[in-house]
T-cell receptor, first 113, second 114 residues
């Protein structure tokens, strides 16, 4: 069974640009959540999707948005990039919203110059 | 705002030493508690979890954690660490009454010297 797949693995952007990250969950998993990981900050929750609906949202500005498709794949978009957005963005999937075990992808390393 | 705090940023131990990593959270409602581990070059993976019942839970690789409700704590322990336990450890708390949002601590980097 394939794991959680995130693409691209690395991204370099400049300030003001926008970026879209993709996450394909484990087959059969319907819940997808996104986290931002930075040194010293740990993982900060961005949002969670289940059945194409955003179920939870963290404390990030509106420049961060996401969506989930009918096949459970999810995308995350960041507009008007800032230097501080440089981070590892992790996607995690689980069977359902109440299933507690998260399976993480390798992440997308975003560098904003 | 709800938060999860891990007291130690970096812990260095020799093999066979005992380990205890602290985790405290600030939320008075019902919680589910987790420890995740990230070995070098690998994905984050679940180490152990607590939902209800016996507050002492056992996980993989000899790890255990104890939930102390009165102290809002969920400390991770291992009696004797090995070099292969070198990794970053994350405590996470799911606030069940708040729509199930999962909040992670800042992480503790454990280095075990052979």
């Amino acid at each position: 069974k394939a794991g959680v797949t995130q693409t691209p693995r690395y991204l370099i952007k400049t300030r003001g640009q926008q970026v879209t990250l993709s996450c394909s969950p484990i087959s059969g998993h319907r819940s997808v959540s996104w986290y931002q990981q930075t040194p010293g900050q740990g993982l900060q929750f961005l949002f969670e999707y289940f059945s194409e609906t955003q179920r939870n949202k963290g404390n990030f500005p509106g420049r961060f948005s996401g969506r989930q498709f009918s096949n459970s794949r999810s995308e995350m978009n960041v507009s008007t990039l800032e230097l501080g957005d440089s981070a590892l963005y992790l996607c995690a999937s689980s069977l359902s919203q109440t299933n507690e075990k998260l399976f993480f992808g390798s992440g997308t390393q975003l560098s904003v110059l | 705002a709800q938060s999860v705090s891990q007291h130690n940023h970096h812990v260095i131990l020799s093999e066979a030493a005992s380990l205890e990593l602290g985790c405290n959270y600030s939320y008075g409602g019902t919680v589910n508690l987790f420890w995740y581990v990230q070995y070098p070059g690998q994905h984050l993976q679940l180490l152990l979890k607590y939902f209800s019942g016996d507050p002492l839970v056992k996980g993989i690789k000899g790890f255990e954690a104890e939930f102390i409700k009165s102290k809002f704590s969920f400390n991770l322990r291992k009696p004797s660490v090995q070099w292969s336990d070198t990794a970053e450890y994350f405590c996470a708390v799911k606030m069940v009454d708040q729509g199930g949002k999962l909040i992670f601590g800042q992480g503790t980097e454990l280095s075990v010297k052979p």
